[in-house]
């Protein structure tokens, strides 16, 4: 399994990421992670803009999911349309908030381009992978993701408060691409989203392999966040994801 981070800047791009969006590779089947602002472009450094087969959304915040407008248009409009549509698994409301974003209604739905796919918690297979979806502490409904192609294994929190399932989904997996927005400071809202000490507890809670701070506010110290997470008690690999950066699991 190869994972590419494209976008890993929390809330709202960054000067050097666009917005949350990972390629997960196994077996000729390229998987995103999110699609978040921005991140349509900086995916084209890593694979062809219609070789994508399938894309699991966390939620439906605009840094998570907004640029699935503009990939509509352009397997709706491309030189090669219509190209088939790919299979979204997605909250049940993505088909309707984001035709409200793409803001076109005189023309069909984003089902011309999408299949979309309501999520739920529990296991489905995409190609070749096997994804477990589970419900995580944010105000909206979102999602964590776990996803295993039988060699390697990947967690990823989406947007989450503490949260047990996160610890659930990261169980032994290679990898946990953990958010880690906020600052370890007093006043943290609950249920939100957590610091990088928070990120490495959950990590060592679940004895993954490697742990990737992602979700990365521009306005923070990004250093600051990486100190805090050392604290956090996890005895593996801890980085800061940046974009462009590729990882092998196996």
Known sequence: MKVTVVGCSGSYPGPDSPASCYLVESDGFSLL??????????????????????????????D???DICGYHVARTYGPDAPYPRIPVHAPAAAPSRLAAAYGMPEEPGLETAFDFVPLAPGTFEVGPFTVTAGLVNHPVEAYGFRVSDGAGSLAYSGDTGESDELVKLATGADLLLCEASFLDRPGQPADLHLNG???AEHAAQAD????????????NDQDAILDDASRGGYAGPIALARSGDVYHLA
């Open 33 to 62: 992670l999110d699609l978040g602002n921005g991140a349509l472009g900086a995916l084209q450094r890593h694979i062809g803009l219609y070789d994508v087969d399938a894309i699991c959304i966390t939620h439906l915040h605009a």
């Open 64 to 66: 998570h999911c907004l």
């Open 197 to 199: 000490r928070q990120a």
């Open 208 to 219: 993954a392999g490697r742990l990737v701070l992602t979700h990365l506010v521009p306005w």
